[in-house]
């Protein structure tokens, strides 16, 4: 069967490689054309094509979104263009929801020529709606065949809404299984291959975007000088220019690693981690951390207006309590990171509770395997119903 894929930023890439495989599994014969980066890529390999990198994508913040609406209606109306020319058998939208629930309605309203099934339309990840535009819903069961959920909260939540959501997990574990101990020669072998010092590390995770950079790393790096006895590391990222993230690591005792946030994570006794699913992963690699995050004053503005939510991290939300702080905007000063990250650290006053609440949320999580499981879900579907709708 052929599948169409969308995954607009990093996170999506992840879960939609890890899908892929599963989607690989299931139906071998699979042909999958897909908007998503390189894991996809690498996942798909002989059997997809990669149609737009998420880095052209992805776009954060209200702010810049507004800044960003031509272009993004250019890519809007290439990619409605390009599903109607490929017939997928199933469109498979994943999280980035104000571009991804425009193209399920146009997969479920498009009038597609005579004797062309419209494809299935299958949610995998579902928009945040219960933080912030719960009015999505609507569409969501309107143009939405199956919902793909990840969290178990949201069982209940999408039901009360009239949407049965399927859920078998969450797919962060297939990422973060069997990365738990790691031999002591595999750390020193990181440490000569990126030209670390044998200072014990902390990873400083300041995001996949650009404005996330400018925004969140100049405070990160002013933590660091608090700390000489630690080695700081940041975790960059391949798509975004070196240039970015010299302009705030000239002049000082941070080093840089690129494309190896995982890793970094793994040998580092703690992290100060940007909001989003990079606070989950952390948690789920067993890392104490820290939530830093500041972004554009009137997308803070807006946030503060629309969203529900008493938590912006995931592992709080998971848990229902406040098991990692969070420092948002103003809150988010030198002194007070300084001060919550020495707590957290090996020794720190919070850094065994907080071990604790890590065991609590992977109990939570789920087991591995949830990306194959759904893919198999997928597949099962549409051979039930013998392709696509009509």
């Not at 969140?216 to 700390?227: E, G, I, S």
């Not at 020495?342 to 109990?363: I, N, S, T, W, Y």
Request: net charge positive; proline share 4%.
């Amino acid at each position: 069967m052929k599948y169409y894929i969308i995954a607009g930023e990093a996170s999506g890439d992840l879960h939609g490689a890890n899908l892929i495989g599963g989607l690989l599994q299931a139906d071998p014969e699979a042909e999958i054309r897909f908007w998503g980066g390189d894991k996809m890529a690498e996942a798909a390999g002989e059997h997809g094509t990669l149609v737009r990198h998420y880095k052209e994508a992805s776009i954060m913040g209200f702010w810049e979104v507004v800044k960003n609406l031509r272009r993004i209606g250019r890519q809007m109306r290439f990619c409605r263009e390009d599903i109607a020319a490929s017939r997928p058998d199933a469109l498979i939208l994943i999280d980035y929801p104000g571009f991804n629930l425009r193209m399920a309605e146009f997969a479920r309203t498009h009038r597609w020529p005579a004797g062309v099934k419209r494809p299935e339309v299958f949610y995998y990840i579902a928009p945040k709606v219960w933080a912030w535009k719960e009015k999505r819903v609507v569409r969501i069961r309107k143009f939405v065949d199956r919902l793909f959920i990840i969290f178990p909260f949201e069982v209940e939540y999408f039901r009360r809404h009239g949407i049965e959501a399927f859920y078998a997990g969450n797919p962060l574990m297939d990422a973060v299984a069997g990365r738990g101990a790691v031999a002591e020669e595999s750390a020193e072998a990181f440490r000569r291959e990126n030209g670390l010092d044998r200072r014990p590390m902390v990873a400083l995770v300041a995001g996949s975007r650009g404005s996330e950079i400018r925004y969140n790393l100049p405070c990160m790096v002013a933590v660091a000088r608090r700390f000489p006895e630690y080695q700081f590391v940041v975790t960059g990222v391949s798509w975004l220019d070196k240039a970015l993230y010299d302009r705030y690591l000239s002049g000082n005792d941070v080093r840089f690693v690129c494309d190896q946030t995982y890793r970094t994570l793994l040998f580092s006794e703690a992290a100060l981690v940007t909001s989003g699913t990079a606070t989950l992963e952390t948690a789920l690699l067993n890392v104490p951390e820290v939530v830093c995050f500041r972004s554009s004053a009137i997308s803070i503005w807006v946030a503060k207006r629309l969203v529900k939510l008493r938590f912006i991290s995931l592992v709080n939300l998971i848990l229902n309590r406040e098991a990692v702080r969070e420092l948002i905007q103003e809150e988010f000063t030198p002194e007070r990171a300084a001060e919550e990250l020495r707590a957290v650290l090996p020794g720190g006053a919070k850094h065994e509770r907080m071990m604790r609440d890590f065991d609590a949320l992977r109990v939570a999580m789920g087991a591995p395997g949830a990306s194959v499981r759904v893919a198999e879900e997928m597949v099962r579907l549409l051979n039930e119903k013998g392709g696509a709708k009509a």
